[in-house]
């Protein structure tokens, strides 16, 4: 029963949201107020149809209706309740299921906030979001259908990919696909401000917000993803340059750099075209990345041809990319700057910088993922380019962007005297130089870890000498420190929220660097009651005990760890074996510090237990990223507020 | 130089050495994916590769004490001889696919630095994909707990 309902369900909504772009369409076109509220009933109904279908896949998952095939794939009776939920977004179709519930949600917003506010470019946007709506339930219709019968029904499923098994992959994916669909919105705005030629102001404000929105959301994805990378992947890193995670984080660099290079169009009227491109990429971006990562065009470029669904993704992104440009390169005459460039020491040459430099980084994160696939189609030749490839390349890259960071916010528009040069960065950059030359004296060698402190202190001291002017400017006017602090936080939200996410990312690169420079490891195979040493902890092996878990069994290893200090504490790296697997996985355990984690995976073992094979890591400083990303989205957040000096 | 030339040379100039930065770092770390018959057709001491193959049955060895890991890749046409430190990742097996990044020596072996183990992505019947001597292997530890 439920692969019908959710079958026609999809097909329902997929003509709803096609009837609702024609109708808002012909409403602008015509004026016919009419025909824009059918298309409205149409965004409801599309939403509502999708919100249906999510509720029949969750109610298939737990009832265990092997029915339908998705479930039986991706869930089992032994999957504990948590994990029957998130199975949802477990694959490929459930996915697509998710983004298409989040961006009909998206398209609901619009129409409640901007029914009345924009009714000039409201059509517009709203035709843009049902279109692409349409697109995604034309997925789950044709290409990738979730509610594909099974038959005969089995009496028991497959399982959930034991690796998503973890608290990270509930909101991991949501966090993530918030992130890219909510980019469809300013997307949407900036077809629709082209297309009505209003490429004014209004637009760019709605525009800037939602891209903040949708860029909180795929930080805090991005983040989530490197934490369920670090905890469970079991090598010990957080990122590996994985054309998944890359297909995730080049529309966060040009969201990024579209966040910067629109404050020189608001303020100075200029970049207009540039701003315009950068929406357009970040979203035909999230359109590449699902494209990447859905279509098993990594694996081969021979295994994309087996499925219809890349090819589906690849014409849509063509038609996007197509269409928007070639109304852009129509509009060009509307989109000429008002401002010039004056000076090459300026904040909008510094904001250039930095846009070229997120864009080079795009670049080159896009090469290095599809280079190996062009070479493999075009040459037959199967090459990889690996993290040393992205490292290379991006760390001078990601530094320069540092440097900008503290750069930026300081110098003057238009032309910076050396009397402002002076004012604001003499102090920061004296500060950079000390805090270098202090660790160097205390005997850090490493040259990248030397540049990245000299430039993160640099930039916090830019950070901290422009909040102590303003916050001593508003004690003359009688607050007292905290309620000045707090006062310049809420009133200038945008700029100190700015800042904060600054200090975010001054955290995640000082864990970045130290993580590389300092994190040590070895493998070692240790006898019942053996120790080893490593770094200053002494690890001493204390046996092997087998459990049997809901849904698998359990090898775990007891290890000691005593590093001098204070008394042992226990760690108990396992494998773990789950029936429908074809191989053990295994679950590390870790002690997380600020300074360093020590970090265990069970290797091979002997049957008895006699002896075992672990790989001991003492990672330094990855909690930075952690606590940076806090920080971060902190920021974000406070960024989104409304604006307080304003009314909303 | 007028304003609008010295920022296109700016310009110019930063992107020129992001384009050398991206060729460099393409010439320096691209590694070339062979097949063990391809490898052994004209092996190149110290190039780093890509090596895939079948790990052949009975040719794993595996001993805990010294971390030495050797087995053979095969494609069914020739068969390399692999030696790597430490232990086999999970997903490797006799019998089953396996892609070792490394180098060729003089010696006459493949001295793999990382082992990519594929995983099998393919539709698994419930149930029936226990892992041989698993039941045995649960058995015997549960006699030995040490919690």
Known sequence: ?648 | MSRRGRFVTGGLVIVAAIAYLIWSGVSQSVVYFVTPSELLAAPTPSKTYRLGGLVQAGSLKWEPKSLDLSFTLSDGKASVPVRHKGAPPDLFAEGRGAVVEGSWTKDGYFKASLILAKHSEEYKAPHDGAQPGYKELMKSLRGDGTR
Not at chain 1, 203 to 215: F, L, P
Not at chain 1, 300 to 313: D, E, L, R, W
């Open chain 1, 1 to 648: 029963m439920i692969p019908e309902l959710g079958y026609g369900a999809t097909v329902a909504a997929f003509v709803l949201a096609l009837w609702g772009a024609v109708a808002a369409v012909a409403s602008a076109r015509t004026g016919r107020a009419a025909l824009l509220r059918s298309g409205e009933r149409a965004a409801v109904g599309a939403w509502a149809l999708v919100t249906a279908c999510i509720a029949l896949m969750l109610y298939a998952f737990l009832t265990f209706d092997f029915s339908v095939q998705y479930v039986a794939v991706n869930t089992n009776r032994g999957t504990p309740f948590y994990y029957r939920i998130t199975a949802l977004w477990g694959a490929l179709e459930g996915s697509i299921v998710l983004w298409s519930w989040m961006l009909s949600i998206y398209t609901l917003i619009v129409v409640v906030q901007y029914r009345r506010r924009q009714p000039e470019l409201y059509p517009w946007v709203l035709s843009v979001m049902l279109g692409i709506l349409a697109f995604f339930l034309l997925v789950m219709t044709i290409p990738a259908p979730p509610f594909e019968r099974l038959t005969p029904i089995p009496a028991d499923g497959r399982g959930l990919n034991p690796l998503l098994q973890d608290s990270g992959m509930i909101t991991h994916p949501v966090a993530l696909y918030l992130g890219f669909t909510g980019f469809t919105v300013p997307f949407a705005f900036a077809m629709a401000a082209l297309i009505v030629g209003r490429t004014g102001e209004e637009w760019i404000t709605i525009t800037r917000r939602w891209t903040i929105i949708a860029w909180y959301f795929l930080s805090l994805g991005l983040l989530i993803g490197g934490w369920w990378s670090y905890h469970v992947l079991g090598w010990g890193g957080y990122w590996a340059w994985d054309p998944v995670e890359n297909a995730a984080f080049m529309p966060f660099l040009t969201a990024t750099a579209f966040l910067h290079s629109v404050m020189v169009q608001e303020r100075r009227r200029m970049l207009k075209l540039w701003n315009l491109s950068l929406i357009i990429l970040t979203f035909g971006l999230t359109i590449f990345g699902t494209f990447l990562t859905r279509s098993g065009i990594i694996g081969s470029v021979h295994s994309f041809t087996q499925g219809s669904i890349g090819v589906f993704f690849l014409a849509f992104l063509a038609l996007v990319l197509l269409g928007s440009f070639s109304l852009l390169a129509s509009r060009v005459e509307r989109l000429r700057a008002e401002g010039v460039l004056d000076s090459v020491v300026s904040r909008e040459s510094t904001f250039l910088l930095n846009n070229l430099f997120l864009v080079a980084a795009t670049f080159t994160v896009f090469f290095g993922t599809v280079f190996p696939l062009l070479s493999e189609a075009v040459r037959g030749v199967k090459i990889s380019v690996g993290a040393p490839f992205f490292n290379l390349v991006n760390i001078p890259v990601f530094l320069a962007l540092l440097f900008l960071m503290g750069v930026g916010p300081l110098i003057a528009w238009r032309r910076a005297s050396a009397k402002n040069l002076k004012r604001n960065f003499l102090k920061p950059v004296v500060a950079g130089l000390v805090a270098a030359a202090a660790l160097r004296a205390l005997g850090v060698a490493n040259g990248l870890v030397l540049t990245t402190m000299a430039l993160v202190v640099f930039v916090a001291g830019t950070i901290a000498l422009d909040l102590f002017r303003a916050v001593r400017a508003r004690r003359r006017s009688g607050d007292d420190w905290g309620a000045a602090t707090w006062g310049l936080l809420l009133r200038q939200n945008r700029r100190y929220g700015g800042f904060i996410v600054h200090l975010g990312i001054l955290v995640i690169a000082l864990g970045v660097a130290g993580s590389q420079a300092w994190s040590v490891q070895k493998e070692v195979t240790l006898d019942k009651g053996q120790s080893t040493e490593l770094a200053g902890y002494h690890v001493r092996f204390d046996g092997l005990s087998a459990s049997e878990e809901s849904n698998h069994g359990k090898v775990t290893g007891a290890f000691t760890v005593t590093n001098g200090r204070a008394g042992g504490h226990m760690l108990y790296p396992a494998k773990k074996f789950y029936p429908q697997e074809q191989s053990p996985i295994a679950a590390v355990d870790y002690q997380l510090g600020w300074i360093e984690d020590i970090y265990l995976v069970l290797g091979d073992f002997a049957p008895d237990g006699s002896h075992a094979t672990v790989k001991l890591q003492v990672n330094r400083m990855v909690s930075w990223l952690w606590l940076g990303g806090l920080v971060l989205t902190l920021g974000a957040a406070l960024a989104i507020l409304p604006d307080a000096r304003r009314p909303a």
